[in-house]
């Protein structure tokens, strides 16, 4: 008679055993996760161009499995010819862009008592308001913010702190680029070496979350380029067709990439054109047509378009999805906003896999 093996049951010795293993496993695997969020909260600008750089490697990589499918190319052929496309296109934004923002904000340093008396003409009018019990009108309301902001970056550490941000703004952008190169050359090797941080027992549920996973996220930032699309579409119509501001399709352009960074993208974007439209205000009506236009874009973006494009592409409730953004700002900052949907979807789509539900 030939000897068979003996297979043991989950009732047996050898079977406890296994339920051990990977039970501990799965312990070391939360808490490196756990970990792993504490670092990112205290790391998270150092974070932030590996984030953005990932994110944009992740929606450009069906790009460069189409090119390589049509081509026939090697993958990486595909993968530098969309990084090229890129930092072209990156680089006429910032040479039509910059030398733009550079001319307004050397305007506005220049004329800023100017600025802040229209400003404060188009809200107050000819009146006077007391502050601090003493009455002022528009112009000595202007003179004294202005002394104020001069005297606040006048200040040796505020000087050094916007010279620390803007080399730090600097030395990211090319780190993004350089991340990115790597991000769109090393994609797939860069996903098996996620899947093989996961314990082997957990590998295959690893992969069943994914392939539901992966079409889901597509919807959602597909959702979010729809977003960006109509936001500088609209921003542009708004800002340089009806109200006539110059820089029209720099600000709209502006106006789409912040709006890809919700809560704070919005309000920036809106700070920044107000202060052009006051700027070149020749009377109330421009300020009066800036606000009316900021308020329809916002409520057309928050009301209409964002929850509909996001949370149908998502599957997401819009109040999940405001409270992700809330809860990733408060807790990681701007890594936090970027990645909030993701993760949650993530999670959703892990509880669905690992109960059998159809997400």
């Known amino acids: 008679m030939s000897a068979r093996p003996i297979e043991r049951r989950d009732g047996e010795p050898g079977g406890d055993a296994k339920r051990v293993e990977a039970a501990s496993n799965r312990t070391t695997l939360y808490v490196a996760l756990a970990v792993a969020a504490v670092i990112a909260h205290e790391l998270q600008w150092v974070l932030l161009p590996f984030v953005i750089s990932g994110l944009v490697a992740y929606i450009c990589t069906p790009l460069i499995d189409w090119l390589t499918a049509r081509s026939g ?66 112009q000595q309301l202007a003179t004294a913010g202005a002394a104020d902001i001069r005297q606040w970056i006048g200040q040796t550490s505020r000087i050094a702190t916007l010279g620390s941000m803007a080399f730090a703004a600097a030395f990211g952008a090319i780190l993004l680029f350089v991340l990115l190169f790597y991000f769109l050359i090393s994609g797939p090797s860069l996903a098996r070496g996620a899947l093989w941080l996961f314990p082997s027992a957990d590998r295959p549920f690893a992969r069943a979350v994914w392939r539901r996973l992966d079409p ?82 916002r409520i057309s973006i928050d009301q209409i ?31 936090g906003i970027l990645l909030a949907v993701p993760v949650a979807l993530t999670v959703r789509t892990a509880l669905a896999v690992s109960r059998g539900e159809i997400a």
Request: proline letters at 4%; charged letters at 10%; one cysteine or more.
């Open 73 to 138: 190319a090697p993958r990486f052929v595909a993968a530098i010819a969309c990084f090229l496309a890129l930092f072209i296109a990156a680089a006429i934004f910032a040479a039509f862009g910059i030398p733009s923002l550079v001319r307004e904000l050397a305007h506005l340093t220049t004329d800023l008592q100017g600025t802040l008396e229209r400003l404060a003409k188009a809200a107050i009018g000819g009146r006077t308001v007391a502050f601090f019990g003493q009455p002022l009108n528009a």
């Open 216 to 297: 889901v996220l597509k919807r959602y930032f597909i959702g979010v380029i729809l977003i960006l699309v109509y936001a500088t579409v609209a921003a542009y119509i708004g800002l340089g067709l009806v109200l006539g501001i110059k820089h029209a399709a720099f600000l709209a352009f502006l106006t789409g990439i912040l709006e890809i960074i919700p809560v704070i993208g919005p309000g920036a974007s809106a700070a920044i054109g107000g202060l052009a439209a006051v700027h070149y205000a020749k009377g109330i009506g421009l300020i009066l047509g800036y606000a009316i236009y900021a308020v329809a874009l």
């Open 305 to 335: 378009l964002g929850p509909v494009a996001l949370g149908t592409a998502a599957r997401l409730h819009p109040v999940l999805i405001i409270f992700c953004f809330l809860a990733g700002g408060v807790l990681f900052g701007l890594p």
